[in-house]
């Protein structure tokens, strides 16, 4: 009788052992590993949904007009399409053209300039800036604390339905890592599930050649940090990078952004001055501005030849991952509708 | 007799072990404790001056013994304001001996870079910079007529957390007593900043570094 007793409690034991499987990031292995810290912030589909409520809610602006999402639309792969440079809270113009967001859990500094250096704390930065949200933290706390759906699904985030501002933070920093795009036919080719075209295939390898060092496969950017030889803009006087560290050597660097999704993602650049992919090509053979920093490898611009820049084109195109872009588990949460 | 030693011997024991031992951090002006909005006269400036807030972050208090660490404070963070008299005061208990107190003003890099915290941490406290990321480690605000900006406003708002702006800084005591009364003398540092040619500081630069060196030397301890 014991002994079945035991051995049943065994079972049970290893049973709950198997089925329990802390949730984790998902992507392909082709894809090097992660960088964000998931110990301090579980990966968790609940936490990722509350986040998606936050991501698309207009109260975390002063007026209730502006989300997150009004710069970041999901059909854009969250970036800011139509204006070179995005628009806040009473149509107040920013400074700059709003990143695309996917693949952050591989990113640790944020911006265009580098001014954040942790995805927790990067929505403070927004949801302050008097162009953009111009709101603060405590009155967003403040704020959801009143609204009748978000202590339920604080309770199902975290098990409490206590709102702070790191459950905030922590829940959209977590539904933004849950945006991850690798179901591009360049990823198909890459699990041997596609074959590029001639032309996609002669476009790859100029890419290689030309724009791998700093847009580096698999994720399209090696994180750093390059002047690209765009001339100042002197509306602006945007010094990316130098303006945060104060440094002469930081001057006119900003973030190398991914190429997956340039279609969806127009106009490029820090300060959007570009609306086509054939106007950057162009850009980096002959527009090249001279500075002491510019990046080596721009030195005399990239010798390319007109079809080559329609290769690269071709190429780049296989970097557009449809399913991620209209995922609708990315998507405007109904619920939201009448809150 | 005997019993009575012995009952004497543990009951002094007994008051080492569980007496509650404080730490005060006292802000001061000419070995005063400062009075929010009350105007006071800065010698080196030749005019009056008032201070309407004052913020600090303190971290990593520890005890020492010979160099070596031998207790930590908690919490590891702790916002000192001199609105709020509890803020000012930290108790711990410990059968250790020390000879020294050892803290930081203001937040490590570690900190600034690891995620969204609760807690003296948490950003409603109005103690980290939204549009880049690093905590404000000491933030003074008051007026001057001596100042030159809208309003005769000073605002000190000290911090930086990366490469040459990094603006924390050690701060260590010799100590011979149970509880222990920091002091930070905040009319020093009047003494070394001319307002008339600096009242703003909001961002990590080396002004930033400079002025928190001045803070971090304007600390005594009784």
């Keep these: 009788m014991y002994k079945t007793i035991i051995i049943f409690i065994a079972v049970v034991f290893l049973l709950g052992c198997v089925a329990y499987q802390p949730q984790k990031l998902p992507y392909p292995q082709h894809i090097p590993a992660s960088a964000y810290n998931f110990k301090e912030n579980n990966y968790k589909e609940e936490k990722i949904n509350l986040g998606r409520f936050l991501f698309y809610d207009p109260n975390l602006s002063a007026d209730g007009t502006i989300s997150c999402a009004s710069c970041h639309s999901p059909y854009n792969a969250f970036a800011h399409t139509d204006h070179n440079l995005s628009h806040g809270i009473k149509d107040q113009i920013g400074r700059r053209n709003a990143p695309a967001l996917f693949n952050l859990a591989w990113h640790s500094s944020f911006m265009w300039d580098g001014a954040i250096q942790h995805l927790d704390m990067q929505a403070l930065a927004p949801i302050e800036d008097e162009r953009e949200m111009d709101s603060d933290i405590s009155q967003v706390v403040a704020k959801l604390q009143k609204s009748p759906i978000y202590p339920e699904l604080f309770r199902l985030a975290y098990g409490s339905n206590e709102i702070s501002s790191e459950r905030i933070l922590k829940a959209l920093a977590v539904f933004q890592l849950s945006l991850t795009s690798f179901d591009s036919k360049y990823d198909q080719v890459k699990q041997q599930k596609a074959i590029f075209t001639e032309q996609e295939e002669k476009g790859y390898q100029l890419f290689l050649t030309h724009c791998n060092t700093c847009h580096t496969e698999p994720l399209f950017t090696n994180l750093d940090f390059a002047n690209n030889g765009l001339p100042l803009d002197t509306t602006l006087r945007d010094y990316g990078k130098g303006a945060i560290t104060l440094q002469a050597k930081d001057s006119f660097l900003f973030k190398i952004p991914s190429l997956r999704n340039l279609s969806y993602t127009y106009p490029y650049m820090h300060d959007g001055r570009f609306s086509k992919l054939s106007q950057v090509l162009t850009h980096y053979q002959k527009g090249v501005q001279k500075t002491t920093n510019l990046h080596p490898n721009l030195a005399n611009g990239l010798p390319l030849t007109a079809n080559e820049k329609v290769d690269i084109i071709a190429f780049l195109l296989t970097l557009d991952d449809a399913k991620f872009v209209f995922n609708p588990k990315h998507q405007f949460p109904k619920e939201l509708i009448n809150n | ?222």
Excluded at chain 2, 77 to 84: A, Q, R
Aim: aromatic share 14%; net charge positive; charged share 20%.
């Design chain 2, 1 to 222: 007799m005997k019993k009575c030693l012995v009952f004497l011997f543990l009951l002094a024991n007994f008051v080492r072990i569980f007496a509650q031992q404080q730490l005060n951090f006292q802000i001061n002006w000419e070995n005063e404790p400062l009075i929010l909005s009350k105007n006071y006269f800065s010698n080196f400036n030749k005019d009056s001056l008032k201070i309407e807030k004052l913020q600090f972050y303190v971290s990593d208090i520890c005890l020492l013994k010979k160099g070596k660490i031998v207790y930590k404070l908690l919490p590891k963070y702790k916002l000192i304001d001199l609105e709020n008299p509890n803020s000012q005061q930290i108790k711990f208990k410990t059968k250790k001996k020390f000879d020294a107190v050892q803290f930081n003003l203001g937040i490590d890099s570690l900190t600034n870079a690891s995620g969204a915290k609760s807690g003296d941490l948490d950003p409603r406290l109005g103690m980290y910079w939204a549009w880049q990321s690093g905590y404000i480690n000491l933030k003074m605000e008051g007026h001057s007529p001596i100042c030159t900006s809208r309003n005769q406003f000073f605002q000190f708002h000290l911090g930086g957390f990366l490469n040459n702006f990094y603006a924390i800084q050690k701060i260590q005591f010799t100590v011979n007593q149970q509880n222990m009364n920091v002091k930070l003398q905040i009319d020093k540092f009047f003494e070394q900043v001319n307002l008339s040619q600096q009242h703003e500081i909001m961002s990590p630069n080396q002004k930033a570094v400079v002025l928190s060196q001045i803070i971090a030397n304007s600390f005594k301890i009784d």
